[in-house]
């Protein structure tokens, strides 16, 4: 049976969302989804028209209404549509949004746990996600949608029977997290560190951050659980700001500081295709594998199953659902590229969607445990680490040590603030740099041989994406030429 004919899969009922918005619907509907992408939208969808910037949605709805989507959420009739066509008439579409997200949320008798952090919230999400998926219905946000519209958006998609719901939130000025968590109203949050990230937003420093991340606690109510990381400088705020806002502590980390850490990595054994991971959680004891690398990712998983075991969850269950997950496009996935030896291909690490001085660090580490094929290098191509503040040129020349003691054989940067880098390294380990990603990626296409391993890393606004592109597209490429000459 198709399941956008299952009533039990109704997400909104035209009434139900004209009750919570106030608005004024012109036919009657069942909507299985909610979508605020036109590219996206699957058949049985409820379209939102957001106006968000230069891009207004309501351009979008009848691309949406033609792809499937049983109505749209407007302001106005959009052009293109009968004015008879199918509409939840509202005065606001952001507004409507949240409010749906609020309805959805307050109907909800599901476990809700929030993940904020100044790195490795996304996949902490999705660790959470697997780990839970297992155990009952668990809805968790898309990708990094964890802002303004990301939160309530994916509110707005919880169905009514969800067990479980798992929700990403952040940002990068003072004061954005405490109305996103009064939307969510987590009953478990995750704060997995914090981290030198969206420096230029914070006159206090990383103290300010710190308080940042705390607003968490403030859409929690008294008694909630919070999983803390014990290890960080800035514990003693977060469990202060934890005690004015009535929050129980939980605490991971890496050894029982004082005797107090609740969950603790016992060991972790990284290697190239994985870590190993023993922790004692909250005092059970549990062994695993993760198909990602790295002790920061091992840490962000003992955090992911104190979470799950405050929810009622199996942690064994959802270990091992978590040694099966894939990591996610462009936050460390690899990818083997054949130009021209399928034996020895050259090796992708894509880190292309985010970057911070913590979380390059991490990567390099990584890249040092993957030894290139034969005749191949280690080689890193960085973007820009954005919204670091005033020490940005500092942060950026600064990775020239850990690049160095990972033994990575050429540095390929663009943009203006990874230029302190390339000034800062060794010659002999100096690739090109450029101003930006598109003339980089040219670049590096050509000065690739089989058994290299390439790691492209940066910000997401520094467009390092677009590297990786070009070297997923150059074994087509090659293949065309090599047929080309035969011809």
């Known amino acids: 049976m198709n399941k956008k004919n299952m009533s039990s899969d109704v997400i909104w009922t035209a009434s139900d969302a004209a009750n919570i918005t106030g608005g004024e619907v012109t036919s009657d509907w069942r909507a299985f989804g909610v979508s605020i992408d036109s590219r996206t939208v699957q058949a049985g969808d409820l379209f939102v028209a957001l106006t968000c910037g230069i891009k207004n949605g309501h351009d979008y709805v009848a691309d949406a209404l033609k792809k499937g989507a049983v109505a749209a959420i407007v302001s106005e009739v959009p052009k293109g549509c009968r004015t008879d066509a199918s509409f939840l008439r509202v005065k606001d579409t952001l507004e409507a949004l949240e409010a749906l997200g609020q309805g959805a949320r307050h109907r909800s008798a599901a476990k809700i746990i929030a993940v904020t952090g100044s790195v490795g919230k996304t996949g902490t999400k999705e660790l959470l996600a697997a780990g839970l998926k297992c155990q009952g219905q668990a809805h968790a946000s898309l990708k990094s949608f964890n802002n303004y519209i990301g ?115 016992l060991e972790c054994l ?12 909250m005092g059970e004891e549990i062994q695993y594998m993760l198909h990602w690398s790295g002790e920061h990712i091992a840490m962000n998983s003992i955090a992911a199953l104190t979470a799950i075991k405050l929810a009622g969850g199996d942690i064994k269950k959802a270990s091992e659902a978590m040694s099966k997950l894939e990591v996610p496009i462009g936050r460390g996935r690899r990818e083997y590229l054949d130009l021209g030896n399928a034996n020895n291909p050259v090796t992708l690490i894509d880190e292309s969607y985010n970057a911070s001085p913590i979380s390059m660090t991490a990567a390099f580490k990584v890249l040092a445990l993957i030894d290139p094929g034969r005749g191949g290098r280690r080689i890193a191509v960085l973007g820009d680490m954005l919204e670091l503040g005033k020490r940005a040129p500092q942060h950026h020349a600064d990775l020239a040590l850990p690049l160095r003691a990972a033994n990575i054989d050429l540095v390929y940067t663009c943009g203006t603030l990874m230029k302190t880098l390339h000034e800062a390294l060794p010659n002999d380990n100096k690739g090109a740099h450029c101003d930006v990603s598109d003339e980089l990626a040219e670049i590096v296409t050509d000065v690739l041989v089989p058994g290299d391993v390439v790691m492209v890393k940066g910000s997401f606004g520094s467009q390092m994406n677009v ?9 087509h490429k090659l293949k065309q030429k090599k047929e080309h000459n035969v011809l």
Do not use: C, W
Request: no cysteine; charged share 20%.
């Open 270 to 281: 990284v290697a190239a295709n994985g870590t190993r991971v023993k922790a004692s959680i």
């Open 467 to 475: 590297v990786v592109e070009a070297m997923r597209a150059l074994p």
């Open 151 to 265: 939160v309530p958006f994916t509110l707005a998609s919880m169905h009514a029977g969800s067990d479980y719901g798992v929700f990403e939130i952040g940002m990068n000025h003072p004061h954005e997290i405490t109305p996103l968590s009064t939307q969510v109203k987590p009953h478990i949050a995750i704060i997995t560190t914090v981290a030198p990230v969206h420096m230029e937003h914070f006159e206090e420093g990383i103290e300010g951050i710190a308080k940042a991340k705390a607003e968490i606690f403030h859409g929690m109510e008294n008694g909630s659980h919070a999983v803390v990381n014990r290890d960080i400088d800035t514990f003693p705020i977060l469990k202060l700001e934890a005690k004015l806002d009535g929050i129980q502590l939980v605490t991971f980390g890496r050894s029982s500081v004082e005797d107090d850490t609740d969950s603790v990595l």
